[in-house]
């Protein structure tokens, strides 16, 4: 399963025994992998700064899922026909993402456990909010290019009817530059193929004998050419409508097709230009939000395990990683094997005399020591 549980007990002789019956019990009933998940000592701060940080901690690890899952469903969108390695491409430090949480260490380079805990939140969501700002930017110039590509395509995949007839027709299948003669171009149903050829010199006056040519078919028809002079172009649409047979109302312009042709040409080599840049992008800013995310975690556990256990900071980090089809039961088991915490939980309540938010006693989703998910489902 690609899920984790990051949870927390105090650290305290009594809980690191619940801990080690956890790792007991989960083990021997194949419900979980667990390791211990190591958070450096920060500078806590008052327990009302804290209220306020894991309320912050809260909507930026939101932020942060949402930000790596829409990365994520970039590299599927830009990778387009390769789309089934999109996995492969989704690293963390050039490892796949389960092996970074399993192997987590804090960096200490990055987000100096030193500075105050207010700096080190400010400093991920500053990179988080720069990584988006990117994105969108990144995201909109490539997907107008392929709008505008998708456009240009679509418009050659339609029938006779509706598509542009640029990569079909050439110079040669018309008359140009005649004061009195026009060539039109009439779609044929192909089971009125025969009555075409016998009736077309006939549907109107001044049709030019011998004058028409199949230059392309479809599933339904043929597109005939067909030369007449100007002055009888109203009646022959008249009769060719009669005979169900359609006049495509087009003009051979040689300066709109080279365009047409250039621009294709344009917007093909622009996308392959934006391909290895954006994706290389989407790679290295996706293992630093995923990053970046796991340390929101830490920073939650942390926070969140103070506010709940009390000073001085001492608790034990634990990440769990559920069996299949084991979940319920593994959460029986930490509900029995730490089921004393409530009582330490209520008594930090009334201690502290503040507000712990997602602790609520009377809540089913409450759990008697702190809890955290991460979901590496990030594709789904």
Do not use: C
């Amino acid at each position: 399963m690609s899920e984790f549980w990051l949870i927390s007990a105090p650290g305290d002789k009594e809980n690191l025994q619940a801990l080690e019956r956890m790792n007991t019990v989960t083990s021997k009933s194949n419900l979980s992998y667990n390791t211990k998940f190591m958070i450096p000592d920060f500078k806590v701060g008052t327990l009302d700064s804290l209220v306020g940080l894991s309320d912050e901690l809260g909507k930026l690890d939101a932020f942060a899922e949402s930000l790596i899952r829409r990365m994520a469903q970039s590299v599927v969108e830009v990778m387009e026909d390769a789309k089934g390695m999109a996995q492969e491409n989704l690293l963390a430090n050039g490892v796949d993402l389960t092996s970074f949480v399993t192997h987590f260490e804090w960096d200490m380079a990055k987000y100096p456990a030193k500075q105050p805990l207010v700096s080190v939140v400010d400093t991920v969501a500053k990179q988080l909010a720069q990584i988006e700002t990117d994105l969108k930017s990144r995201m909109a110039s490539y997907n107008t290019l392929k709008t505008n590509l998708e456009n240009l395509e679509r418009k050659s995949m339609g029938n006779l009817f509706t598509r542009t007839l640029s990569d079909i027709v050439s110079k040669e299948d018309f008359v140009l530059d005649s004061e009195y003669l026009i060539t039109l171009l009439v779609i044929v149903p192909k089971q009125s193929y025969t009555q075409w050829q016998k009736t077309y010199e006939s549907l109107s006056d001044m049709v030019v004998p011998r004058s028409t040519k199949l230059i392309a078919e479809d599933n339904e028809g043929g597109l005939f050419t067909v030369t007449l002079f100007r002055k009888v172009i109203d009646d022959f649409k008249t009769k060719a409508k009669e005979n169900k047979f359609t006049v495509r109302e087009y003009y051979y312009d040689e300066k709109e097709i080279k365009r047409e042709r250039e621009e294709m040409s344009r917007l093909l080599s622009d996308k392959k230009q934006q391909y290895g840049p954006l994706l290389r992008w989407l790679k290295v800013n996706f293992s630093e939000a995923f990053i970046a995310w796991i340390h929101i975690k830490a920073l939650r556990v942390f926070v969140e395990s103070v506010l709940r256990y009390g000073l001085p900071v001492n608790f034990q980090a634990v990440l769990l990683q559920p069996k299949k089809s084991s979940t319920k039961r593994l959460r029986e088991v930490l509900n029995s094997v730490f089921r004393h915490l409530d009582q330490v939980a209520a008594a930090s309540i009334l201690d502290a005399s503040v507000e712990i938010p997602g602790l609520q006693l009377n809540n089913q989703d409450y759990f008697p020591y702190v809890y955290f998910h991460i979901d590496l489902n990030l594709l789904d």
